[in-house]
């Protein structure tokens, strides 16, 4: 009560101005926190059971209940799904796929991020004559189908002799990344102020040196976009790894359908939720750690066309 | 003498929209030239043309007699600044300095000497180690005037450089542009809309309209003697007022205004002789009141229709057969709508321009 008395003889200017503060259990909020809490259970729900499967014996189960946490927790599944699972003749589990997908992903990632921005950065800053002409090709690019163009693709690999390795894998991911990373970099380079370059152009700074010296240093955030949007998108492919490269060099999500997919034997779906999770751990860690960033640059490419 | 800057025939279209036609001009050695012009006129066009970061459809640009039509921006002898500054962000004031002595592969020692002379000049040692996010408006464009400053250019481009700064800052930096000019005694081109800083800074003003150098130069002549009715209209705030009228010269030259023939004997004529249909123009701050007034040759009688105080003086809003009419009282004088007022004004100082071409009689 004192407090109220001491409100009315001199009311602060805080509590004049401002709208009226809103109560957390509002109706409204409480529909709303309800109806979000249902749809995160229900797609929480599979993850829940493939980890709590993967933690149980095969015996327990056959008999057990899926939702029901493991009585006997085991990480046999994981040991097997990483080490020893066999595809076709290979028994060294996962752990081939996965550096067979760090050696696709990584230079994939980092060829087709190096050559987009340098396409945006010519697009958007030195206009060149036919530059809306070859940028028109490029998005158009990105409405075709990919699967009209496995075969050509195919012949061509083959007459350049990449077919089947994973460089000519690497070259594929970085020509289909082409699109979307250069409408990304135009985009953002576009936003750059026109004054910064024509001021670096009149200190004597050519093409590669304003790239270096002034729009790489700024142009920081939407690098780290480009790496998320690569690493989840050719990490997480399965078509062309499937097609371009030979059972030895396939990708973690080849080798995991393979696992998944074999009929020969009992279906042991521990080890099957093991290796589904083992797959899924990268592009989770990525969405996790730069979630935000993630979003603000999507957000960040998408206002300017 | 050779010109520093000359610009002989230059057209520039971008696609059928043609942005300056058949345009000259030479800019003496030392010479302050303004470019003014309002928005679209083609003045930083012009600019970005003489700087090299726009090629020319045709025509020539020399710069102390090089042909430099089609050199890069760092070999024609120009440092430029910019509205927005474009500091390079991630550099501190001292690589925005030296980065183009950099690019130039200038000795380090060498670099170091300049950057120094030019934060000395410029007063902005204190700030070398700090980024341009940590500067204010006014030190950042400091700053690009620096980076034009250490490269030791013939000419100074500046493209509306005090165009983003609060009104003080402006003046003062216009004073120090202008004390920097004094100093260095290089060529500056300067463009802006705002004919304060025209008035101010020029040795000429080029007046653009549409691509085309409507009238060049000096100030006093561009605003006792505007060419054409265009340039009376522009320069000068409020602008000028003009009476539609016919020249007669049966009688010795006059105007008839409101019934009243004017006699121009005094005036300075152009083109004598020429007679018929005209505009009669006299600016504002050329009107007389109260017993000044008295004493001109012609004289009037006005109502006020609106009052606008500006503290030093009081600006009238009134009309004369049918004719807007704006003119200037001293402030201390209480103007109250409907006031009946005498005005004067001495014909030798109006401009008159016929209907036809609109140009100076």
Redesign the interface.
Known sequence: MADVTTNMRRPSPAHASGPKPRRAFSRKNIMIYSILFVLAVYYLLPFYVMLMTSLKGLAEIRTGNIFAPPMEITFEPWAKAWATVCTGLNCDGLSRGFWNSVKITVPSVFFSIAVASVNGYALSMWRFKGANVFFTILIIGAFIPYQVMIYPIVVLLREIGLYGNLGGLVLVHTVFGMPILTLLFRNYFSSV?E??F????????RFW?IYF??ML??AVPIFVVAVILQTTAIWNDFLFGVIYTRPENYPMTVQLNNIVNSVTGVKEYNVNMAATLLSGVVPLTIYFLSGKLFVRGIAAGAVKG | MQPSVSIQNLKLDFGSVSVLRDLNLDIGQGEFLVLLGSSGCGKSTLL?CI???LEPTEGSIHINGNNVTWS???DRG???V???Y?????MTVEGNLS??LK??RMPKDEIKTRVARAAEVLQIEPLLKRKPAALSGGQRQRV?IG?ALV?DVDVFLF?EPLSNLDAKLRADLRVEIKRLHQTLENTMIYVTHDQVEAMTLADRIAIMKGGVVMQLDTPDVIYNKPANKYVADFIGSPSMNFFDTVLTTADGPQVSIAGKDVSLAGYDFTRPGVSGDVWFGIRPEHILTGEMAGAAPTQFEVRAELAEPMGAETLVWSSLDGTALRFRVDGQMKITPGDALLIGFDPARASIFDKVEELRI
């Open positions: 102020p004054e910064l024509k001021a670096a152009r009149v200190d004597g700074a040196t010296k002034i240093p700024m | 970005n700087a090299g970061l890069e921006p760092s120009i440092g430029m910019f509205q927005s474009a500091l390079y962000p991630q980065f183009g690019n130039a690009a980076r490269r493209d």
